[in-house]
């Protein structure tokens, strides 16, 4: 079976930007790498600008990956065009009342993530912002996280926001990954992994809230689960460098 792992962007502002904050593209484009050569993602909901941006950053990609598309269109959108009901769609959900399992591949095709982006011009330095472009199940910055497990971080969401209750209320059935926050690439690839390689969730390899070493007077604490390889988080391709980059910005006066 091909299993679809649906993106839907998601932002407040009528303004979107003409192409997505550099961290996010380095997501998505992990996105379709951890979704495997059989694989498929759609991206959707995006603005013409930022979705024509990164229409094009994914097809520079010349590694192995899932195929995809970029759509202007909503999931729902998608969904009626091509006639799929909701009963085939698993919203990913840290409210759900049950677990993510290896059955689940048998009654679900499409997963459904929500996302919302964040652009350095409204949200200071990626390290500010705890990086990134991360899944609207819940919103926090300075607080423990352990609410949910992909959650965007805006300053100021302390209690976190609900995002997800936006796509919850259209009725998808919804399955969740644990307590652990983590960035939106991890669950989607945390999801295949149960779902597609039908291995149990707690039988993942994983790290909390990892540091990220740059030289002896450099690092940086990501305050998210991740998937290892080994001992070392699997990061998106760059991100590390991104990071890094970002970080030597933070302390420019």
Known sequence: MTFTYVIEHMEEDETTPKSLPPWVELEYVHMIMLAGINGRVEFT???????????????????????????TRS?????????????????????????????????????????????????????NVTYGCKGILGEH?????SSDYSGHCTPGDDPPRDRTSELRQLGFPSRHLGSMQMTT????GVTKRVVDDKVQLNAIPYVDFPTITFNAK???????????????PILPPGMRELLHEDLNKSFDF
């Open 45 to 71: 909901n995006l603005s013409h600008n930022s979705g024509s941006s990164l229409d094009a950053r994914l097809a520079s990609i010349n590694e192995p990956a899932a195929s995809y598309q970029v759509h």
């Open 75 to 127: 999931v729902m959108e998608l969904l009626e065009q091509n006639n799929i009901p909701i009963t085939r769609v698993c919203l990913l959900d840290p409210k759900a009342q049950t677990v993510l399992a290896p059955e689940d591949g048998k009654i679900f095709d499409h997963f459904l993530f929500g996302v919302r982006s964040v652009s350095a011009e409204t949200s200071g330095s990626l390290i």
């Open 141 to 145: 910055i300075g607080a423990p996280y």
């Open 185 to 188: 690439d991890t669950a989607l």
């Open 218 to 232: 450099e690092s940086v604490e990501m305050p998210f689960r991740y998937i290892v390889n080994g001992k070392e």
